[in-house]
């Protein structure tokens, strides 16, 4: 398995980016993935295996996460694999992948989030050993 900048093919990148963040507009997209590309703590990946793209991992370094107590803090702000490979163990060697990146950065601890609504998401962040700390509904207000 390899990863390359999602920079390096934009519309894929932002192919998969719609296939995982599908709840909000392409405007949104686009605008977000402008600034991953100018940001010095975010990076976006495109995953390859057997020299075919099958998904997306977003990552991030966080000054603070809940429940964690190290910073910064290496964060999968998203990570999606395509339908037809999930479920054949890809998953694994992707977070190994990740935690090298994290470690890579300085970092002691991986952090990650979840929809309360995704279950399947859930089950795969436990099965490859991360911990529930909490369960929020978060807000935002517009200055």
């Known amino acids: 398995m390899e990863f390359v900048g999602?920079?390096?093919n934009y519309d894929l990148w932002f192919k998969l980016r719609r296939a995982l963040y599908h709840d909000l507009s392409e405007e949104f997209d686009h605008e977000e993935m402008l600034?991953?590309?100018?940001?010095?703590?975010?990076?976006s990946f495109l995953i390859i295996n057997n020299g075919v793209f099958i998904g997306l991992v977003e990552l991030s370094l966080r000054n603070m996460v809940d429940g964690c107590l190290s910073s910064p803090v290496a964060y999968i702000e998203g990570i999606y694999i395509i339908e037809g490979q999930?479920?054949?163990g890809?998953?694994?060697g992707v977070i190994e992948w990740i935690k090298e990146w994290a470690r890579s950065k300085?970092?002691?601890?991986?952090?990650?989030?979840?929809e309360l609504t995704n279950i399947g998401s859930q089950r795969f962040h436990e099965s490859?050993?991360?911990q529930e700390t909490y369960r929020v509904v978060e807000y935002k207000m517009d200055l």
């Open 6 to 8: 999602a920079q390096s």
């Open 35 to 43: 600034q991953i590309e100018k940001s010095d703590w975010q990076e």
């Open 86 to 88: 999930r479920g054949k």
């Open 90 to 92: 890809l998953g694994k």
């Open 106 to 114: 300085g970092c002691t601890e991986l952090a990650s989030d979840v």
């Open 128 to 130: 490859l050993g991360f």
